[in-house]
């Protein structure tokens, strides 16, 4: 009985009687442009990395709530002292992306920032003619000897990874990978970061991994392309200069030594699932087959 006492006195302590206020024309376009606005920072929210903050707060908060209600008064005082400190460690945390908001502002108008912000990225993964270029590049590469690092977006942006780099903005092709990474042209060095289906960035620096169960025979290539796969959700295609196998990175692992089919799976893996599906139940067996031999080729 004490814990619903307490929860009640919750309630009334931070909730106040529902009254109905007279609501006039000017309250309603209010509420109309404040919805919107909020919407329109939601859905940028969510392609940044301020997503998962929210997310986090929002546990955190729930979990005070409770220990306001079971009157678990020293997580309440730690709780209370934190919220500063965790305020400035938020916006330093989220500075690139705040700076990102900042600068568009200041390029164009509120309302077109905040739309082009949240629809930014809303042109889903990439198509299986995408998938299969990157395939046949990688194994073209791969026969020649070629090093490679091909960084593909899922849902963590990567726009503070591409301002490290040169912008290409080209369609994908196994002709464009391969031109890039041929030696001794201008944008052989770094990552490409693939978006949807553009090249969006090349010469791009990643962050290196310091796991020390890592191969001591992989190179800074490969370092590399696990550090990426460690702090985002990307798929990271490594192509090695000395043996020219084709290796992918994923969620901190790295998985060595794959042939067409395993590359082609781990890509699936992370395609857009509406239109991989819908374009695969739209496929016969003989153009599979032909989609494999156009990857071999």
């Known amino acids: 009985m004490a ?6 006195d919750f309630i009334s302590k931070y909730l106040t009687v529902f009254r109905l ?3 006039g024309i000017l309250d309603v376009l209010e509420i109309i442009i404040l919805a919107f606005l909020l919407y329109q920072v939601m859905k940028w929210m969510k392609n940044t990395r301020a997503w998962a903050v929210v997310k986090g707060l929002a546990v955190i908060l729930v979990f005070m709530a409770i220990a306001e209600i079971l009157d678990m008064t020293t997580i309440i005082w730690i709780g209370k002292s934190l919220f500063t400190l965790g305020a400035v460690a938020i916006i330093v945390a989220l500075q690139p992306e705040i700076r990102r908001l900042i600068e568009d502002l200041g390029k164009n108008n509120l309302l ?3 739309v082009l912000l949240g629809d930014k990225q809303n042109d889903g993964r990439f198509s299986d003619k995408t998938l299969n270029e990157i395939i046949s590049a990688s194994f073209e590469m791969g026969r020649a000897k070629t090093g490679a690092l091909i960084v593909i977006e899922v849902d963590s942006p990567l726009e503070e990874y591409e301002r490290t780099g040169i912008t290409v903005d080209g369609l994908v092709s196994s002709q464009l990978l391969v031109n890039i990474f041929e030696h001794n042209t ?4 770094g ?3 693939i978006r949807g289906n553009r090249v969006q960035s090349a010469t791009c620096y990643l962050p290196l991994s310091d796991n020390r169960s890592l191969s001591k025979d992989l190179g800074t290539r490969h370092r590399a392309g696990v550090g990426i796969s460690e702090v985002t959700d990307a798929l990271v295609i490594i192509v090695s200069e000395e043996t020219g196998k084709v290796s992918v990175a994923q969620n901190g692992e790295l ?5 067409v089919i395993d590359l082609r799976r781990k890509l699936e893996s992370v395609q857009d699932k509406k239109e991989g599906k819908s374009r695969k139940n739209g496929k016969k067996k003989g153009e599979e087959k032909k ?3 156009k990857a071999d080729a």
């Open 3 to 8: 814990v619903f006492q307490r929860m009640f």
């Open 21 to 23: 206020p007279r609501i």
């Open 112 to 114: 077109t920032t905040l």
């Open 186 to 189: 201008p944008l052989h060095d």
């Open 191 to 193: 990552a490409v970061i």
């Open 255 to 259: 998985f060595r030594c794959l042939d």
């Open 291 to 293: 989609d494999e031999a």
